[in-house]
């Protein structure tokens, strides 16, 4: 089991940056991949990047695809989403999501989940 606390939302320009970060607590967390969704209003929650355990596979939407960066430190028990050049489509609420062992690519594969942060780009 595994509590996340997401934060780092906030309210941006277009062509900005935000840092998110996912705070884990619970014993073995690097025994967990971690994966951002999001969730903008009237639309389905949708992948946006997943981390493998140690870090060594990554994988995103093709959408946010050479403008985020998912990244984690698990001394911190942290994992991170970096944003940059962000559109206006990228406002949403962000959560980040744990299942135990393999990546996943749909929320319902994610048992643990974080509270969400809002994530706002101006245009």
């Known amino acids: 089991q595994v509590q996340l606390v997401g934060s780092g939302g906030g309210l941006v320009q277009a062509g900005g940056s935000l840092r998110l970060s996912c705070a884990a607590s619970g014993r073995t967390f690097s025994d967990y991949a971690v994966g951002w969704f999001r969730q903008a209003p009237g639309k389905e929650r949708e992948f946006v990047a997943a981390i493998s355990r140690r870090g060594a596979s990554t994988h995103y939407a093709d959408s946010v695809k050479g403008r985020f960066t998912i990244s984690r430190d698990n001394a911190k028990n942290t994992v991170y989403l970096q944003m940059n050049s962000l559109k206006a489509e990228d406002t949403a609420v962000y959560y980040c999501?744990?299942?135990?062992?393999?990546?996943?690519?749909?929320?319902?594969?994610?048992?643990?989940w974080g509270q969400g942060t809002q994530v706002t780009v101006s245009s």
């Open positions: 999501a744990a299942r135990q062992y393999a990546v996943g690519w749909s929320m319902r594969e994610y048992d643990y």
